[in-house]
T-cell receptor, first 112, second 114 residues
Framework: GENVEQHPSTLSVQEGDSAVIKCTYSDSASNYFPWYKQELGKRPQLIIDIRSNVGEKKDQRIAVTLNKTAKHFSLHITETQPEDSAVYFCAAPYTGRRALTFGSGTRLQVQP | DGGITQSPKYLFRKEGQNVTLSCEQNLNHDAMYWYRQDPGQGLRLIYYSQIVNDFQKGDIAEGYSVSREKKESFPLTVTSAQKNPTAFYLC?????????????FGPGTRLTVL
């Protein structure tokens, strides 16, 4: 199976600061690591993902880093804005299932 | 927000009743999933289906049942055997089974047991 742990559960930052959310996973065979954003009352949406053949991927103000040796991956948001306020979920494959295991989520609050 | 829809948006059930949640997608995706979301617990997998007429149990399948008779439809039945069914239910779909791909989520159904 797969066990995904996500930290912190809540994160409050000032507008313009950076935010970092970390996830660890247990299955060394995992090779796909997505991050989803869920705004209040809305459905989760993919914001960025990374596959195990790369160590970092960027998309404007967001980036994901992967350390396969340590089995952890992180979401980095720079120059945070109030519209970044949401719950963020990481996920990793559940070996043998063709499905994802999700972390417990991080509630990010960006203070204006 | 089109592509994958769920109905109803809100559902109220009396104890002892079975209810069925609808999930439809027009994305031609092979795989479909059902998740339960409770506060502070993230998304927990109930059932998933990689192909028509086949489905697999997830982490919390007890008290739930599904069917996959058509590619575009994956209804979830919450039975009276589910001890604590009040939750937010999310359906998702993704492309074929060859590799992991983005999951697209529906808008969700909030189920309340009275």
């Amino acid at each position: 199976g797969e066990n995904v742990e996500q930290h912190p559960s809540t994160l409050s930052v000032q507008e313009g600061d950076s935010a970092v959310i970390k996830c660890t996973y247990s299955d060394s065979a995992s090779n796909y690591f997505p991050w989803y954003k869920q705004e209040l009352g809305k459905r989760p949406q993919l914001i960025i993902d990374i596959r195990s053949n790369v160590g970092e991927k960027k998309d404007q103000r967001i980036a994901v880093t992967l350390n396969k040796t340590a089995k952890h991956f992180s979401l980095h948001i720079t120059e945070t804005q109030p519209e970044d306020s949401a719950v963020y979920f990481c996920a990793a494959p559940y070996t043998g299932r063709r499905a994802l295991t999700f972390g417990s989520g991080t509630r990010l609050q960006v203070q204006p | 927000d089109g592509g994958i829809t769920q109905s109803p948006k809100y559902l109220f059930r009396k104890e002892g009743q079975n209810v069925t949640l609808s999930c439809e997608q027009n994305l031609n995706h092979d795989a479909m999933y059902w998740y339960r979301q409770d506060p502070g617990q993230g998304l927990r997998l109930i059932y998933y289906s990689q192909i028509v007429n086949d489905f697999q149990k997830g982490d919390i399948a007890e008290g739930y049942s599904v069917s996959r008779e058509k590619k575009e439809s994956f209804p979830l039945t919450v039975t009276s055997a589910q001890k604590n069914p009040t939750a937010f239910y999310l359906c998702a779909s993704s492309m074929g089974v060859a590799d992991y791909n983005e999951q697209f989520f529906g808008p969700g159904t909030r189920l309340t047991v009275l």
